[in-house]
């Protein structure tokens, strides 16, 4: 079935440092969307994205849809105390509803 | 403003009993989706439904079933519950069937004994 690769898994950064990672599929994607999840609680969305190439910013936050339909990254500025939690990457498949989602990127900042 | 809602928020439960989880999604929003999330995993899709009717399906067992009511709330029935069921189990919502704007509840965290 449709898998996503996310990466890196974990990252252990310094407040004020920028942070990257990145999601890869063997599939063409409909739509990308990326999710912060805390322990506990419901994944909230971050950033969606429709268009391939596309590039979208909320706050210090940017993403972009990768031209081939099979990647996208998120890119966060300037990381503060509350960026800290769980990172997914979710992509809709063409023709289906569901979403599937990446392994996750476990943020950690010291301050 | 309104989120989706879950309940019960914790629910424990015995091998083989029968567990019954509920959501009721964000208001004027028709499409609810369940997802399983294991400990330390991403969560998995199980089914939606759309205008109260199945309209996709994921990895749900046969031992699990759900369905959408006429107000649009959804219900997942587990029977026979096994020790592997143990999870949180998410509800999400969206407008109109397009996923890309499906907003999540806090979950349910069912601990089977």
């Known amino acids: 079935g449709q898998q996503l690769n996310q990466s890196p898994q974990s990252m252990f950064i310094q407040e004020g440092e920028d942070v990257s990672m990145n999601c890869t599929s063997s599939s063409i994607f409909n739509t990308w969307l990326w999710y912060k999840q805390e322990p506990g609680e419901g994944p909230v969305l971050l950033i969606a994205l429709y268009k391939a190439g596309e590039l979208t910013s909320n706050g210090r936050l940017t993403a972009q849809f990768g031209i081939t339909r099979k990647g996208s990254f998120l890119n966060i500025s300037a990381s503060i105390p509350s960026d800290v939690g769980i990172y997914f990457c979710a992509g809709q498949p063409w023709g289906a509803q569901k979403l599937v989602f990446g392994q996750g990127t476990r943020l950690t900042i010291n301050p | ?113």
């Open chain 2, 1 to 113: 403003a309104a989120g989706v809602i879950q309940s019960p928020r914790h629910l424990i439960k015995e091998k083989r009993e029968t567990a019954t989880l509920k959501c009721y999604p964000i208001p004027r929003h028709d499409t609810v989706y369940w997802y399983q999330q294991g400990p330390g995993q991403d969560p998995q899709f199980l089914i939606s439904f759309y205008e109260k009717m199945q309209s996709d399906k994921g990895s749900i067992p046969d031992r699990f079933s759900a369905q959408q009511f006429s107000d649009y709330h959804s219900e997942l029935n587990m029977s026979s519950l096994e020790l592997g069921d143990s999870a949180l189990y998410f509800c999400a919502s969206s407008l109109g069937g397009v996923p890309e704007t499906q907003y999540f509840g806090p979950g349910t965290r069912l601990l089977v004994l």
